[in-house]
C-alpha cells in the first residue's frame, strides 16, 4: 500500500464560495468539473499523491463532528494562516509545533463551517 488515504471529499452547500476561499488560503486553482452526476472542484495533484475534492450538496451541513482532513500547507504554515480570516474562515487552533521532524499543524474553520486541518513539513 503506498498510501492510506486515497482521495477526500468535501461536502458544500456553495461550491464557488467554497473554491474561492480554498484557492486564496492554500494559493492553487481548483479544476471545476461534473462527474457522476456530481458538480466538483477538484483540488490540484499529481498521482500517487491523494486526490480531494469539494462536492457540491444542496444538504451539507457545516459541523465540527466529521472526519479532520489534513491538507497541505506548503513549507510555510505561517503564511496560510495569514490568508484564513482575510477569505473569510477562522482560525480554530493556531500552529503547533509537532514532536521530531514531523512539521506543524493546525485547524481552521472555513466559510463553510467545515473544520479543516493544515500540515506543513519541515
Known sequence: ????INWF????ADLEAAATFYETVLGCTLKRMQSSGMTLAVFPYE????GGALVQQADAQPGHGGPLLYLDA???LAAVLARVEGAGGRI???ATQLDGDIG????I????GQ?????AAP
Do not use: F, N, W, Y
Open 47 to 50: 498521482c500517487p499523491a491523494t
Open 1 to 4: 500500500m503506498q498510501k492510506i
Open 115 to 119: 473544520r479543516i486541518g493544515l500540515h
Open 92 to 94: 480554530l487552533t493556531p
Open 109 to 112: 474553520e472555513d466559510v463553510a
Open 9 to 12: 471529499e468535501i461536502p458544500v
Open 104 to 107: 506543524s499543524i493546525a485547524v
Open 74 to 76: 506548503g513549507p510555510s
